[in-house]
C-alpha cells in the first residue's frame, strides 16, 4: 500500500520524530484532531516547524510537493533541534500521552 506523504506530515514526523498518525495513537485519540489535544510545547514546537519550513522554501522559491520535502525537512529539524535541547534540560519528553483537551 503507497500512502502520499503531504508537507504536514514531513514537517511533523521530523520535529516530534513520530508520524501524525502515531502521535494520535500516543495520545489515545481515534477521529479526533491531534492540535486539541496537544500541550503548549508541542503546539510551540509544531508552530515553529511550520513557520520554520515555510521561509525556508519562500527563501528557496519552492513550488509543489517535491520542491517542498527538503524546506519541510529542514524546517521541521529546526524544531527538532529546540525540542532535544528543552528536553534535555528538563528531563521530559515533550510527546507525551497526556491529553490537553479543553472544553
Do not use: C
Amino acid at each position: 500500500m503507497v500512502t502520499k506523504i503531504n508537507r504536514t506530515d514531513i514537517i511533523h514526523s521530523e520535529w516530534a520524530e513520530v508520524s501524525v498518525k502515531d502521535h494520535k495513537k500516543i495520545k489515545g485519540l481515534k477521529s479526533q484532531n491531534l492540535r486539541d489535544h496537544m500541550s503548549e510545547a508541542e503546539l510551540i514546537f509544531t508552530a515553529l516547524a511550520e513557520l520554520s519550513t515555510r521561509q525556508i522554501a519562500e527563501s528557496e522559491k519552492a513550488a509543489g510537493l517535491e520542491d517542498n520535502k527538503i524546506p519541510a525537512k529542514r524546517g521541521g529539524k529546526i524544531a527538532k533541534d529546540a525540542k532535544l535541547a528543552l528536553e534535555e534540560n528538563t528531563g521530559k519528553k515533550v510527546v507525551n500521552s497526556e491529553n490537553y483537551f479543553t472544553t
